[in-house]
């Protein structure tokens, strides 16, 4: 339950747009500036280089070295044992450097932290799917469920291992893949949809198509054992393929954690590709309640979507899908959905004027436009890397954006997946308004974790009832609550490499 004192503050708030900055500390930037100050973007920009402050020691560098070989003794070996994928010109098969994610989270289930399954199944294209279950053993008999998908390119399935263990941890079964084309998943499909889903980048089936697999997957039980759905290019079945690779041992032929797990009670999260295709499938698949995107929310549509991270004035989608046109068919939006963002995009690059500051959350007040909840959360100083943990210089990211992504996301889901009434708190926190960890590292020592270029946006209903609408988080609204039920500062390491039960 909600505190009294968070209740009666979340009350006096309930339908008010923010006014003054009445929580703001002294010291936090006015949101959004007037006019663009050169000296202020160059101190912003450079929050993009506080994660090397993580693996750059030479501890984490040993650890990174020593992991990325272990990483390619595994893949050549996986290759070698099983000869029908074809997975080693993708960038990031071997998990090497970059492509490892946080080596602090290797061995999660040896360390006792928690369960995690490594599965394969087979896409509705023939190609094979190279994914992970992970659970903690302490937990209730039933728990949601929530798949994520990856973003494109150099964003394999470990780069996102920081979230799902703490998703895993917060009560969730959560199903990791590499899409069609990525990490340790195929890069073809099977004869004659070979070229289905090929390049992933530039199809963009595997992130749309491939989260409906992943969410077929995850429902699959011994009763009902994983069958992939028809081809889009033919029409074709891949089902004997999956069938025969069961046989073999390969593939699972079902989620080896379906017990524990609430068919009922499904969310989708995913990055930049990925967040555009969870975005649609959300609204399109009945048997999923809410949606998270990372960099950002799309459209509930097979196309249109602007590039994740972008501004290039491009848009993406999926290609069609001739053997069922039906499963293109746009959907209303009737599912709560949460977009996280940052400043900078992909590659970061400084600002050299002010940008739009509604630039970022035009598909979230889309949502509020439709009466469905919605939020859209800026990292200052973040890059479209925060959400991929990436250990190499050349991929800039903030400090603090990965676990403001995971506090978000798991708040998110906990009140519209798990409808927790408690979720109010954590969603309504002033914990990232005034982070004592951001600013003792902010070359300000402002501690507001919020972008002062872009808004930062909450409308909600409450589960006590009535609604909060927040259209300014950085400067502050009447009804944000400091007792948001969690002790300290929050760090997803802490929460990760917590002990299981």
Known sequence: MILRRGAAAMRIGMMMACGAALLAPAAAQASPPTSFDPVVEAKNFSITQQRQAVYDTPEYQSKLTEQSLLNLNEALATQAADPGRFFTNNLCWNGGNGCAGDVRLYNWEKNGYGIVRKVLFTARNGATLSGRVWATAAGPAKRPGIVLTNGSVQANEPLYWYAAQALAKDGYVVLTFDPQGQGQSDTFGQSPDQEEGAPAQSDGRPFYDGTEDAVNFMLST???????????????????????????????????????????????????????????????????????????????????????????????????????????????????????????????????????????????????????????????????????????????????????????????????????????????????????????????????????????????????GGAFDCEELREGCPGLVAKDGYRGSYSYLAVDTSRDG
């Open 222 to 464: 011994p009763r009902h054992p994983y069958v992939p759905v028809a081809s889009c290019m033919t029409g074709t079945s891949h089902a004997a393929k999956q069938n025969e690779r069961v046989k073999q041992g390969f593939d699972a032929p079902y989620n080896p954690l379906w017990s524990v797990l609430n068919p009922k009670k499904i969310g989708l999260v995913g990055h930049s590709y990925g967040a555009l295709g969870v975005s649609y499938i959300a609204q399109w698949d009945p048997r999923v309640s809410a949606v998270v995107a990372w960099d950002n929310l799309g459209p509930p549509a097979p196309e249109g979507a602007e590039v994740p991270g972008g501004g290039s004035g491009h848009t993406l989608g999926e290609k069609p899908c001739p053997a069922n046109p039906a499963n293109r068919t746009p959907a209303p939006i009737t599912k709560p959905g949460l977009g996280i963002s940052a400043d900078y995009g992909l590659p970061p690059t400084p600002n050299t004027s002010l940008p739009d500051p509604v630039a970022k959350s035009r598909e979230s007040r889309a949502y509020s436009e439709a009466g469905v909840d919605s939020g859209q959360i800026v990292i200052r100083g973040g890059s479209h890397l925060d959400f991929s943990f990436i250990p190499n210089q050349a991929f800039g990211a903030s400090l603090r954006g990965a676990d403001e992504i995971a506090w978000y996301t798991s708040a998110w889901f906990d009140k519209y997946v798990k409808h927790q009434a408690s979720a109010d708190r954590r969603l309504l926190t002033t914990r990232w308004r005034e982070d004592p960890v951001e600013a003792a590292i902010d070359p300000n020592h402002d501690g507001n974790a919020f972008s002062f270029y872009y808004y930062s946006r909450l409308n909600v209903h409450l589960a006590g």
